[in-house]
């Protein structure tokens, strides 16, 4: 039974790129999460997504930052025109909803140069 | 907005002592949960209580929801080099999203 996949573990860029970070949830849970850790620091929530919508979008910044999950695939989380304080470790997790945890992923650690 | 404050946000401790983490907040959560962090490492969820005054244990580890639902403490009995992380307490509301602390970070020495 596997876990949360996300991919890739790490992602160089130059300032100006494009970021594109996938997220696989475990299977039977329907709600994805993804939140951005600075280091040694506790995590920030970015945006909670059920399948093809966008539920709380309240902690991503308004350019250049978007997310979804689509009908079939994974959950992708891009950044347009990166920046060097784009960079961080960026956290997928998943839930079957309710107050249960969240299963997270090993995460994604993007550095712009 | 609701926060979650922890403390210490560093505890440095020789193996075999004991000590508490504390998370609080001035919000009412439906839920807490703890994790613990591992360097390069997603958070592993260790424990979830959703009841004022519940009580949880795992092993060396007892876990407390204040009686309000606003705070939370993690106890560590006779602490070991394997317990060292980032221990993050983070709190639920109805709609499904958790609000994390800012974590202890913790480092067991032989």
């Known amino acids: 039974n596997a876990g949360v996949m996300q991919n890739p573990r790490h992602l160089v860029r130059r300032r100006g790129q494009e970021a594109r970070l996938r997220c696989s949830p475990m299977k039977g849970h329907s709600h994805v999460y993804w939140y951005r850790q600075l280091p040694e620091e506790g995590l920030k929530f970015m945006v909670y997504l059920q399948k093809e919508n966008i539920i709380d979008e309240s902690g991503m910044p308004k350019e250049r930052f978007s997310a979804e999950f689509p009908k079939e695939g994974p959950s992708i989380l891009r950044i347009q025109q990166v920046v060097r304080g784009d960079s961080a470790a960026y956290f997928c997790?998943?839930?079957?909803?309710?107050?249960?945890?969240?299963?997270f992923g090993s995460g994604t650690r993007l550095t712009v140069v | 907005t609701q926060l979650l404050e922890q403390s210490p946000q560093f505890l440095s401790i020789q193996e075999g002592e004991n000590l508490t983490v504390y998370c609080n907040s001035s919000?009412?959560?439906?839920?807490l949960q703890w994790y613990r962090q591992e360097p390069g490492e997603g958070p592993v969820l260790l424990v979830t209580v959703v009841t004022g005054g519940e009580v949880k244990k795992l092993k060396r580890l007892t876990f407390q929801f204040g009686d309000a639902r606003k705070d939370s403490s993690l106890h560590i009995t006779a602490a070991q080099p394997g317990d060292t992380g980032l221990y993050l307490c983070?709190?639920?509301?109805?709609?499904?999203?958790?609000?994390f602390g800012a974590g202890t970070i913790l480092r067991v020495k032989s």
């Open positions: 997790a998943s839930s079957p909803g309710g107050p249960h945890g969240y299963t």
């Open positions: 983070a709190g639920g509301s109805y709609g499904n999203k958790l609000v």
């Open positions: 919000s009412v959560f439906s839920s």
